[in-house]
């Protein structure tokens, strides 16, 4: 049919340890329903340590399902933008490819762990994402909700 879309499973990783955490992360899955598509489960959230750096400010971590229409492209533009929009800051790190990645505290954080069975290896975008099993606070929550 014209007009059709796909319409494409995605596993987005969410975690926030500045602020309200739990408010953060609220926000972030409204704005997902709006921007991105229908979220059709999300895990329960879970305190951890910071992973990457330290930080005297835990995480809260969880993982939602939602179907969307969007290309993976679109989808890490749209969460990205979130992200701005709830008030994360860029640094200059994300914007060189050779420079390694700096992790800092932050009110929200939304990574893109699968989409579909579809395997991205871009410089700014792998899907899979590439240390999702060398983190609980992913593993934990998606295991929670995924589906086969």
């Not at 229908?38 to 993982?63: A, C, D, H, M, Y």
């Not at 939304?110 to 593993?139: C, N």
């Amino acid at each position: 049919m014209r007009g059709e879309r796909n319409v494409h499973k995605v596993y987005l990783g969410l975690g926030s340890n500045l602020g309200d955490k739990a408010e953060y992360i609220r926000k972030a899955v409204s704005l997902i329903g709006e921007r991105v598509g229908t979220v059709l489960r999300q895990s329960s959230l879970i305190e951890t340590e910071p992973w990457g750096f330290e930080s005297e400010n835990k995480f809260l971590n969880g993982v939602i399902l939602c179907e969307t229409t969007l290309t993976p492209r679109q989808l890490l533009k749209a969460t990205q933008k979130i992200e701005r929009d709830l008030g994360r800051k860029k640094h200059i790190s994300h914007l060189i490819p050779s420079t390694p990645r700096l992790y800092k505290d932050r009110p929200i954080d939304i990574d893109i762990l699968l989409y579909d069975d579809l395997v991205v290896d871009e410089p700014d975008l792998k899907i899979p994402h590439p240390l999702m099993h060398q983190r609980d606070f992913v593993m934990i929550p998606l295991e929670e909700i995924r589906q086969d």
